[in-house]
């Protein structure tokens, strides 16, 4: 945005501020409808920056319209129709010309504020069409529809821009050669659909609350996206589990503030300073939850919620209802079951029942090869050596743990537990 305010004066300050409110808030949005309008992934891009560009020349002189998002989309649209007429005179092919006067008609078309709304659950679910691999979806999904930059994807994500890049171009060459619409499926196909929609932004959330690599614990970038996401589903649909995760993901923001110190080293869950956790958020979440809880059929986002909640309304770790939690591990796991749940529950088991019930429990895991590479199950095995006293086995584990993780705070932490061990 910056080099959109190039031509500013000082008197213009306060229009070119309100420009910049409007594209944080509006610009995936209007950008969402440009899509449907043009039928294109990079002429709606390239159309929502010209209409950025109009909007800093024309708002100083005509003032900041009533409806910034509106204007902005017929800027857009009309700029893109001109694009699309200029390129028709050259196109050689019938095909061609008869595609791209549907298009046309397509964009000259009326579209309310409704429609506009409507847009960005369009474009997620497009984004997020089985047809494209789980890779391509989160890709997609946070480049068109969070706005991230493809550098920013890549990092996130442990690969190089250049072959993020390739996936995101791979995504919408499938999306224009197979014809996936652009819509929000019909009530038929809905459950297959969102299942994919709730699993993409789960993953961008897991990301950015905890990094997978890198030097800090969390991407609040990444959380706070998968989140906006995660209301703007909730506003357009009425489903238990899209009210679930979205619960979910509140529950473990609200704790993000006192997961690490000033200088950024990791605070277990037990240790953390709960008054620093947000509280607007844990209010929201329950709210959210007890809406889910009574839809009817719950589903593992929501068990997820409710297991959160447990911690979440605790008054300090040692009043934490344990044998709550892993009832509600029993449930997950007929829900959803994997390894990973199998860790957790024993995890839990271990509060309830004592060290050796939950080292009991992993040691199965373990028996049957799965999870081998999971730097958590080491962490969790070298945790419950460590509260039995068998100081060599938990120091083992803590090293295995330590080859597996790529993030500093972690790595810091697990390097912390090694020593306080070998000083013992």
């Known amino acids: ?23 944080r808030t509006e610009s995936r949005r209007v950008f969402a409808t440009l899509v449907r309008l043009l039928g294109d992934f990079d002429l709606a891009e390239e159309m929502l920056h010209e209409a950025f560009i109009a909007a800093v020349e024309r708002w100083p002189i005509d003032g900041v319209p009533d409806n910034p998002r509106t204007w902005l989309v017929s800027a857009g649209r009309f700029k893109g129709i001109d694009t699309l007429r200029r390129r028709a005179r050259f196109e050689d092919s019938r095909v061609d010309i008869a595609r791209r006067e549907e298009v046309l008609e397509a964009a000259t078309s009326y579209c309310d504020d409704d429609r506009i709304t409507d847009d960005q659950l369009r474009l997620i679910f497009t984004c997020c069409h089985p047809a494209l691999a789980p890779e391509v979806q989160i890709a997609l999904t946070l ?7 493809t550098e920013a994807i890549a990092a996130a994500f442990l690969v190089s821009p250049a072959t993020m890049a390739q996936r995101i171009v791979r995504g919408k ?3 224009r050669d197979a014809g996936i619409p652009y819509q929000v499926p019909v009530v038929a196909d809905l459950p297959e659909r969102i299942e994919s ?3 993409v932004c789960y993953l961008v959330f897991n990301e950015g609350s905890s990094a997978s690599s890198g030097e800090t614990l969390t991407r609040p970038d990444l959380s706070g996206e998968a989140i906006r996401l995660g209301r703007l589903l909730c506003e357009l649909l009425q489903d238990s589990e899209v009210l679930g995760l979205l619960a979910l993901m509140l529950l473990h923001e609200s704790r993000r503030p006192a997961r690490t110190t000033i200088d950024g080293d990791l605070v277990l869950l037990e240790d953390q300073d709960r008054s620093l956790w947000n509280q607007a958020y844990i209010q929201e979440a329950t709210i959210l939850l007890q809406r889910a809880m009574s839809a009817g059929t719950v589903g593992a986002y929501t068990i997820q919620a409710a297991i959160s909640a447990v911690h979440a309304l605790a008054p300090t770790s040692s009043a934490t209802n344990w044998a ?11 829900a959803a079951p994997s390894p990973i749940v199998v860790l957790n529950r024993a995890v ?12 009991s429990e992993i040691d199965q895991l373990i028996a049957r090869g799965e999870l081998a590479n999971y730097r958590l199950l080491h962490a969790a095995r070298a945790d419950l050596f460590r509260r039995q006293g068998r100081t060599s086995e938990a120091i083992e584990c803590y090293q295995q743990a330590l080859s597996l993780t790529q993030q500093e705070p972690e790595r810091r932490y697990l390097e912390r537990r090694i020593r306080e061990l070998r000083m013992d």
């Open 173 to 175: 060459a499938k999306i």
């Open 143 to 149: 480049r068109e529809v969070c706005g991230l930059t």
């Open 197 to 199: 929609v709730l699993s």
């Open 324 to 334: 709550e939690i892993v009832r509600w591990y029993d449930l997950l796991a007929q």
């Open 1 to 23: 945005m910056t080099e959109l305010f190039s031509n500013l004066n000082s008197s213009d300050q306060s229009v070119q501020e309100q420009v910049a409110d409007v594209y």
């Open 348 to 359: 839990a088991i271990a509060m309830r029942d004592g060290p050796e019930a939950g080292l």
